[in-house]
């Protein structure tokens, strides 16, 4: 079971962290990752990152904003947003999925098999 929190009303070029709890004793063996929605649009790829946090991969779109982070130790993932735009403003969800070399530049949904509830985002400009 994946808990996201941290999301707010932040002003633009603000800053943010997302949180994301899980349960579970295999958590350090799964790869972690951070998806949005945005009112009326499909949910979409934020970045990811690997079983032991050593291998990050974002969009383009928050690429130098961004930064994901986990503590294996806590089972937790976290994702710093600097710099935040009114585009950001979304629902945030995070998702957990088995670790393979070959997906670590992967955006797809379909990676992740266990998803968290969402955190809301609002960046006000």
């Known amino acids: 079971q994946l808990q996201a929190s941290g999301g707010g009303l932040v002003q633009a070029g603000g800053s943010l962290r997302l949180s994301c709890a899980a349960s579970?004793?295999?958590?350090?063996?799964?790869?972690l990752g951070w998806f949005r929605q945005a009112p009326g649009k499909e949910r979409e790829f934020v970045g990811r990152t690997n079983w032991s946090g050593s291998i990050t991969y974002y969009a383009d779109s928050v690429k130098g904003r961004f930064t994901i982070s986990r503590d294996n130790t806590k089972n937790t993932v976290y994702m710093r947003m600097n710099s935040l735009k009114p585009e950001d403003t979304a629902v945030y969800y995070c998702?957990?999925?088995?670790?393979?070399?070959?997906?670590?530049?992967?955006?797809?949904?379909?990676?992740?098999?266990?998803w968290g509830q969402g955190t809301v985002v609002t960046v006000s400009s």
């Open positions: 579970g004793r295999a958590f350090s063996t799964y790869a």
């Open positions: 998702a957990a999925g088995g670790d393979r070399i070959s997906k670590y530049s992967s955006s797809s949904e379909e990676d992740f098999d266990y």
